[in-house]
T-cell receptor, first 116, second 114 residues
Framework: AQTVTQSQPEMSVQEAETVTLSCTYD???????LFWYKQPPSRQMILVIR??????QNATENRFSVNFQKAAKSFSLKISDSQLGDTAMYFC?????????????FGTGTRLKVLA | EAGVAQSPRYKIIEKRQSVAFWCNPI?????LYWYQQILGQGPKLLIQ????????DSQLPKDRFSAERLKGVDSTLKIQPAKLEDSAVYLC????????????FGNGTRLTVT
């Protein structure tokens, strides 16, 4: 069975600094997708960034980028130039196709606080 | 496009009472998910629909939870009777069918069982 582990329950960073959130996963599949979702206090989960496992190039979305290490089964999120609005829970998620449908597994989350 | 709509936003009930949550997915999204998110944890899948058929309800406590998706659009999730451990945020999400379609979430319903 697939598992997703986020080993940092809480992190903080100064505004304008860079922070990296860790995520590791376990799977025997070769074709899958990885996501980072942000959940602010409003509770709505918002997609931050996604990575296809077959792509070697790390995904980037503005200030957000990932370090995808397929062999190590590691998928970390780097937030550059942190802003107060980045304060939120961040969830790493694994998705693959099983039995004709797409299955998602979420990690336990990392609470990020950006300090002024 | 309009997002995933959920109601109510908050609900407080006593144990052994019943409660229902409603979700309207993004138009055209064939796949609909209900997740339970207990405080401090990641979302846990309760049930997944594709159109109006159930594709995964393996983690749904069927003795007290039920869900339906009429006409492959709106969905309701019901708990009867509620227990204290059901206190959580219930998230609805939808997606297009296909590997390149991420989940789109609603704002969730925070349920408190006293």
């Amino acid at each position: 069975a697939q598992t997703v582990t986020q080993s940092q329950p809480e992190m903080s960073v100064q505004e304008a600094e860079t922070v990296t959130l860790s995520c590791t996963y376990d799977t025997s599949e070769s074709n899958y997708y990885l996501f980072w979702y942000k959940q602010p206090p409003s509770r709505q989960m918002i997609l931050v960034i996604r990575q296809e496992a077959y792509k070697q190039q790390n995904a980037t979305e503005n200030r957000f980028s990932v370090n995808f290490q397929k062999a190590a089964k590691s998928f970390s999120l780097k937030i550059s130039d942190s802003q107060l609005g980045d304060t939120a829970m961040y969830f790493c998620a694994f998705m693959n196709r099983m039995g004709g449908t797409y299955k998602y597994i979420f990690g336990t989350g990392t609470r990020l606080k950006v300090l002024a | 496009e309009a997002g995933v709509a959920q109601s109510p936003r908050y609900k407080i009930i006593e144990k052994r009472q019943s409660v229902a949550f409603w979700c309207n997915p993004i138009s055209g999204h064939a796949t609909l998910y209900w997740y339970q998110q207990i405080l401090g944890q990641g979302p846990k899948l309760l049930i997944q629909f594709q159109n109006n058929g159930v594709v995964d309800d393996s983690q749904l406590p069927k003795d007290r939870f039920s869900a339906e998706r009429l006409k492959g659009v709106d969905s309701t999730l019901k708990i009867q009777p509620a227990k204290l451990e059901d206190s959580a945020v219930y998230l609805c999400a939808s997606s297009l069918v296909g590997s390149n379609s991420p989940l789109h979430f609603g704002n969730g319903t925070r349920l408190t069982v006293t």
